[in-house]
């Protein structure tokens, strides 16, 4: 089954930038959507398609996707970016949903 | 305002069959394909099952195949799961989440929660 790998955590300053890697073999080739998660709450969407962002969401939210890694970009960072962040793809070799394992951004 | 609601949790024995619901509003549930997601205690999100707005085209991840069955009520706005011969792993809250069919997931509920304890 597919795999993505995710970086456990991710400490960041506030104001400073938060790169948060998905590795999965040729995601290159996939559609990578990105999913922040606070504590008690359900996911929300944050990043579709590698690189667009749903409306509300702010630009300081992106992302891409080249080779075997995905990236989220989370420029100027805030204390309310702090949560778990989840990529993910549809898997069309097996016809799965597939999520990464997740990684936990700490604003310090 | 686009909303999805999902009820049935509980705690259930070991070998329970539960069924979730999860009701829909604010949107055309009939042009949209479904998705039922779990996340075990302190863990990360887990893609469980898959429907298609018409439900012609159904998926399942391994660790629930043949044991849960996923269904909708397109007259009634409403996505189920069936769950059999429940194991202590699948404890977890169960989200129902909306997509256009292979792609993201722009809607979630807020989740149910299922213990599986004896």
């Known amino acids: 089954s597919y795999v993505l790998t995710q970086p456990p955590s991710e400490s960041v300053a506030p104001g400073q930038t938060a790169r948060i890697t998905c590795g999965g073999n040729n995601i290159g080739s996939q559609s990578v959507h990105w999913y922040q998660q606070k504590p008690g709450q359900a996911p929300v969407l944050v990043v579709f398609d590698d690189s667009d962002r749903p409306s509300g969401i702010p630009e300081r939210f992106s992302g891409s996707n080249s080779g075997n890694t995905a990236t989220l970009t989370i420029s100027r960072v805030e204390a309310g970016d702090e949560a778990d962040y989840y990529c993910q793809v549809w898997d069309s070799s097996s016809d799965h949903g597939v999520f990464g394992t997740g990684t936990k951004v700490t604003v310090l | 305002e686009v909303q999805l609601v999902e009820s049935g949790g509980g705690l259930v024995k070991p070998g329970g069959s539960p069924r979730l619901s999860c009701a829909a509003s604010g949107f055309i549930f009939s042009s949209y394909n479904m998705n039922w997601v779990r996340q075990a205690p302190g863990k990360g999100l887990e893609w469980v099952s898959s429907?298609?707005?018409?439900?012609?085209?159904?998926y399942y991840a391994d660790s629930v195949k043949g044991r849960f069955t996923i269904s909708r009520d397109n007259a009634k706005n409403s996505l189920y799961l069936q769950m059999n011969n429940l194991r202590a792993e699948d404890t977890a809250v169960y989200y129902c989440?909306?997509?256009?069919?292979?792609?993201?997931?722009?809607?979630w509920g807020k989740g149910t929660t299922v213990t599986v304890s004896s």
């Open positions: 989440a909306r997509d256009l069919f292979k792609s993201w997931y722009d809607v």
């Open positions: 429907i298609s707005s018409s439900s012609s085209h159904i």
